[in-house]
């Protein structure tokens, strides 16, 4: 079986610049995960999906954050513009409906200049 | 607001030697789950413990749940080179949405 397919695994951008993170989830799996983990600390939850709708987006700093699951499926968190303090790992995860067992992308490292 | 603090923050220690990591909360967790992650990759669940008082082993790796669900260790005797990682401990509401609230974890080297 497939883990979560998370892309591009490392990005470089400039202060003010957009930037977007595509994942795809473990087939069969109806919510989707967004964390942000920023060096020397644990993940912390941007967005929870199930299925296409959002579940909790309360931490998502929804000024510069967007985040959709169209189809129910794959997944895209776009940042714009980004800034100093968004450089971090940003992983997806994913699990059977509300199952307390998620299952985790490699992450994509986010470098802001 | 429910937060999860780990103790040692960093660990480092020679092959063989015994080692126990704390997580602690003021609140009450439905669940506990222990996470390794190592560099470059995502968090990979190695245990759940849902009942308070709840042991549960993992060949040389123990967990154990608080009895007031408020806490939880995991243990590792004879540590091996391959335990090295980030442990992180993640507690479940009662809200039944599947969120997990992470702590800062605890980076453990060992040394062969």
């Known amino acids: 079986e497939a883990g979560v397919a998370q892309s591009p695994r490392y990005k470089i951008i400039e202060k003010r610049q957009s930037v977007a993170f595509w994942c795809n989830p473990i087939?069969?799996?109806?919510?989707l995960y967004w964390y942000q983990q920023i060096l020397g600390q644990g993940p912390k939850l941007l967005i929870q999906?199930?299925?296409?709708?959002?579940?909790?987006d309360s931490q998502l700093p929804k000024d510069r954050f967007s985040a959709e699951r169209l189809k129910g499926v794959d997944s895209t968190l776009k940042i714009q513009p980004a800034k100093l303090e968004d450089s971090a790992v940003y992983l997806c995860?994913?699990?059977?409906?509300?199952?307390?067992?998620?299952?985790f992308g490699p992450g994509t490292r986010l470098t802001v200049t | 607001t429910q937060l999860l603090e780990q103790s040692p923050q960093f660990l480092s220690i020679q092959e063989g030697e015994n080692l126990t990591v704390y997580c602690n909360s003021s609140s009450v967790f439905s669940s506990l789950q222990w996470y390794r992650q190592e560099p470059g990759e995502g968090p990979v669940l190695l245990v759940t413990?849902?009942?308070?008082?709840e042991v549960k082993k993992l060949k040389r790796l123990t967990f154990q749940f608080g009895d007031a669900r408020k806490d939880s260790s995991l243990h590792i005797t004879a540590a091996q080179p391959g335990d090295t990682g980030l442990y992180l401990c993640?507690?479940?509401?009662?809200?039944?949405?599947?969120?997990?609230?992470f702590g800062q974890g605890t980076t453990l080297q060992v040394k062969p």
């Open positions: 993640a507690g479940g509401g009662s809200s039944n949405t599947g969120k997990l609230i």
């Open positions: 413990v849902v009942t308070g008082g």
């Open positions: 999906f199930q299925n296409n709708g959002v579940v909790d």
């Open positions: 087939s069969g799996h109806a919510t």
């Open positions: 995860a994913s699990s059977l409906w509300t199952a307390r067992e998620q299952y």
